[in-house]
């Protein structure tokens, strides 16, 4: 089964291959691809930070040829006037039937919503905000935010679990 990821993103992908490698048993290929999500860089709101994911999975499914297709998206929403992180994951069949999950929300401090709301992106002001570089490619602003407890491998892996679950659902009630 060839498997789709609309992502460079290493903890993205890594969180894909951890998922489906230990869930499916048949022999798996992959291929990680840069997609267009169609919404903006920094998404700001839960249907944007879907929308992103849903498109990030059908554009892989249509560009790798693959069985299925993954799409993680990252996102902020606001909530009663308190920026939350937001991410969603999608699967995208060849069928044309997709699943879509939503993973962790906590808050963001104030500090860092104020930059967001300033036009900056979450990844950027993460870095600068722990004089690191390319928080979204390994911890995430998720491990950040919670002192390394969860990092953003396994909150996707947790979206990806959702969406395997759904999948292997569909296929055991839908014939």
């Known amino acids: 089964m060839k ?8 903890a993205k992908v890594g969180a894909v291959l951890s998922v489906m490698t230990k869930y499916f048993h048949d022999i798996l290929t992959f291929e990680h691809i840069s997609v267009d999500s169609g919404v903006s860089a920094q998404p700001m709101s839960t ?7 849903i498109n990030r999975s059908q554009n892989a499914l249509a560009q790798t040829g693959a069985n299925l297709a993954f799409g993680l998206e990252g996102g902020v929403t606001m909530i009663d006037d308190i920026m939350y992180l937001c991410n969603w994951g999608s699967l995208a069949l060849e069928n044309g039937k997709v699943f879509t999950a939503a993973g962790a929300q906590i808050p963001l401090p104030k500090e860092i919503a104020d930059q967001i709301l300033a036009g900056r992106e979450l990844g950027p002001v993460m870095d600068d905000f722990i004089h690191q570089l390319d928080t979204r490619q390994n911890s995430g602003a998720i491990g950040i935010l919670t002192d390394g407890m969860i990092d953003r491998k396994e909150m996707f892996e947790h979206i990806l679990q959702q969406l395997v679950g759904q999948y292997f659902f569909y296929q055991k009630y839908s014939k």
Do not use: H, M, Y
């Open 3 to 10: 498997v789709g990821i609309g992502t460079t993103n290493k």
């Open 47 to 53: 249907e944007e930070t879907r929308k992103g994911s």
